[in-house]
């Protein structure tokens, strides 16, 4: 079962921005698609973004513009680069493989520590 590490998490002023990574325990070539997750306080997990073994991304509706997710195949990591953050996308952050091209679809890796991204001024 691949493994990710989740970093790059911080606090950071409205309007302000940050790149998490996610580091994988395999080759992400082998992985059809990885998302990111987040979680906020009194809320479900929601899909973020994600992104295909071929470079197809899908973006929720309330980060597209903002964020950007890519990939690092040489050094097995995806990263969102998240711009012009908002005090809404204070969340615990997560990423996961899954197989299915829904968004809502099962996860096939096991969920990590995640990283904490705060947005406040």
Not at 26 to 48: D, L
Not at 69 to 78: E, F, L, Q
Not at 92 to 116: E, F, H
Request: some cysteine; overall charge positive; hydrophobic content about 30%.
């Amino acid at each position: 079962q691949v493994q990710f590490v989740e970093s790059g998490g911080g606090l950071v002023q409205p309007g302000g921005s940050l790149r998490l990574s996610c580091a994988a325990s395999e080759t992400i070539s082998s992985i059809y698609i990885i998302a990111w997750y987040r979680q906020a306080p009194g809320k479900q997990r929601s899909h973020v973004a994600s992104i295909t073994s071929f470079g197809i991304t899908d973006y929720a509706d309330s980060v597209k513009g903002r964020f950007t997710i890519s990939r690092d195949g040489a050094k097995n990591t995806i990263y969102p680069q998240m711009n012009n953050l908002e005090a809404e996308d204070t969340a615990i952050y997560y990423c996961n493989a899954r197989y299915g091209v829904r968004r809502g679809s099962t996860v096939t890796g096991s969920w990590g520590q995640g990283t904490q991204v705060t947005v406040s001024s």
